[in-house]
């Protein structure tokens, strides 16, 4: 069978794996998909994309002939081999990775020595190993395992799957890391085929050098606060270095998502089950609680008392281009500032159906200058583009406060400030 021809299944469409099913449908591959969520299947076959993602409904919508959905895994058995996981593997309250859904997937699988189970969820180190124990003592040895995790970033996913830094394949060597090489050779990208365990902490070891990377710009960018230095410029300057690099060095409220939280929590007590103390990710989720918060003290400092203030967030979800509201910065926040007796109002262009599920007391507001109106302070918390052609001087004539906390560092200062507001950015 050609990879071109090669049919596939993605058990569980949600970030990960719509996307992984699109982007297979656009080279040419039958993809056959499965999710427990009949409403999300049934919304996707009437044509309906579930979540936000930026140019997903167009693609789906383009390759819709060679997309099949269902709640049945028998049709994804029938029709594919190769069988990609794509369940969520959320966090316990341990901090472990919970692998209830993984494990449902692996016990629904029947005998066969045709099947590969290819897992992009991403696991601890020693699931594919557990698994693969788990199929010899069932008597489904002839089931084979491929770790292939995935990489992406909500809010470019479907750019990121077609246009990947790399292609990692952990396998014993057999026809289906093969096969999923095969599948992805279209793509050009560099193949790093290697063992399932190597694989599964590759994926652990890059989200937690990442989310290192931020709490270490973060905490450089506290230190500016205190010395006078422009964190944009230190930041700037040490970027160009290519043995840093320019990326994820920019200073925020901190990281959130469905995947940095949990992965980096899900590696620290990995190690500590292992009898390893990862102090280092240690740091970098206590660095990143604490920036969540330093928002208040800006607001404290200028507002003092937060009893009765009103205060508008602009952007809820996590990042711009998602409406993911998983660990999302505007979660602690908003919560924060209520217990001190804040009034909020907020506005998000996308993300406002997740946010009112999960933010109580909050007032939602239906665009940008709605959300400032009567606002002591406004504090910008996702960098949504539309944020930044504001008209400053109507925000100045709608707001009855002259606080603007930009928790991106995203607006420029100059215009912010020329309509007479105190601006506030982060580390600078
Ligand atoms: N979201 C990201 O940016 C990203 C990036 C890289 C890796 N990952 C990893 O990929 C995995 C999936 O993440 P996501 O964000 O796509 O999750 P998600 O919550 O958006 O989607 C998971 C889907 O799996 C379905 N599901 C659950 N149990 C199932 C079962 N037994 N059978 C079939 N379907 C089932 C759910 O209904 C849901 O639609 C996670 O392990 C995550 O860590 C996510």
Redesign the pocket.
């Known amino acids: 069978m050609g990879a071109a021809t090669e049919p596939i299944a993605v058990?569980?469409?949600?970030?990960?794996?719509?996307v992984t099913a699109a982007g297979f449908a656009k080279l040419g591959n039958e993809v056959w998909c499965?999710?427990?969520?009949a409403d999300?299947i049934q919304r996707l076959e009437e044509g309906e994309i579930p979540?936000y993602e930026p140019g997903l409904a167009e693609c789906v919508a383009a390759n819709r002939e060679r997309l099949h959905f269902s709640t049945e895994l028998a049709p994804a058995l029938e029709h594919a081999r190769l069988l990609f996981v794509?369940?969520?593997?959320p966090p316990t309250y341990s901090g472990d990775?919970d692998l209830s859904?993984v494990n449902?997937?692996v016990d629904?699988m029947p005998s066969s020595d045709r099947h590969a189970l290819v897992m992009?969820?991403?696991?601890p180190v020693g699931t594919g190993s557990a698994i693969k124990r788990s199929f010899v003592e069932r008597g489904k040895a002839g089931f084979a395992y491929v770790s292939c995790?995935?990489?992406?970033?909500?809010g470019s996913?479907l750019h990121d799957f077609l246009h990947p830094d790399r292609v990692v394949v952990g396998d014993d060597g057999d026809w289906a890391g093969d096969a999923v090489s095969e599948l992805y050779a279209p793509l050009n990208a560099e193949l790093v085929r290697t063992d399932v365990a190597s694989a599964e902490m590759i994926?652990l070891a890059a989200n937690a050098f990442l989310a290192t990377k931020i709490s270490f710009i973060n905490e450089i960018a506290n230190v500016c606060e205190e010395t006078g230095a422009d964190v944009l410029e230190v930041a700037r300057g040490m970027g160009l270095d290519q043995r840093i690099g320019r990326h994820f060095l920019k200073p925020g409220i901190g990281f959130g998502?469905?995947?940095f939280p949990?992965?980096v929590s899900a590696l620290k007590q990995l190690a500590g089950n292992s009898g390893y103390h990862f102090q280092l990710l240690t740091a970098v989720i206590e660095v990143n609680e604490l920036q969540k918060r330093r928002v208040i003290a800006k607001l404290q400092k200028h507002l003092g008392s937060l009893v009765g203030k009103r205060v508008a967030l602009l952007g809820l979800a996590f990042k711009a281009n998602t409406d993911?509201m998983r660990e999302a910065s505007s979660l602690v926040l908003s919560a924060r500032l209520q217990a001190d007796g804040a009034k909020i109002r907020a506005y998000d262009p996308i993300a406002e159906t997740e946010a009112r599920k999960l933010m109580g007391g909050v007032e939602f507001a239906d665009d940008a200058l709605s959300a400032i109106d009567g606002a002591d302070a406004c504090v910008i918390v996702t960098e949504w583009p539309e944020f930044n052609n504001l008209d400053w001087s109507v925000v100045a004539r709608r707001m009855s406060g002259r606080v603007v906390i930009d928790g991106r560092n995203f607006l420029d200062p100059d215009r912010v400030r020329a309509a007479g507001f105190i601006y506030e950015g982060i580390g600078r």
């Open positions: 058990i569980g469409t949600g970030y990960v794996g719509l499965v999710d427990i969520d999300k979540i794509a369940v969520g593997t990775a859904a449902a997937v629904a992009k969820s991403t696991v995790p995935e990489f992406l970033k909500e996913a994926k998502g469905s995947c949990k992965d993911d």
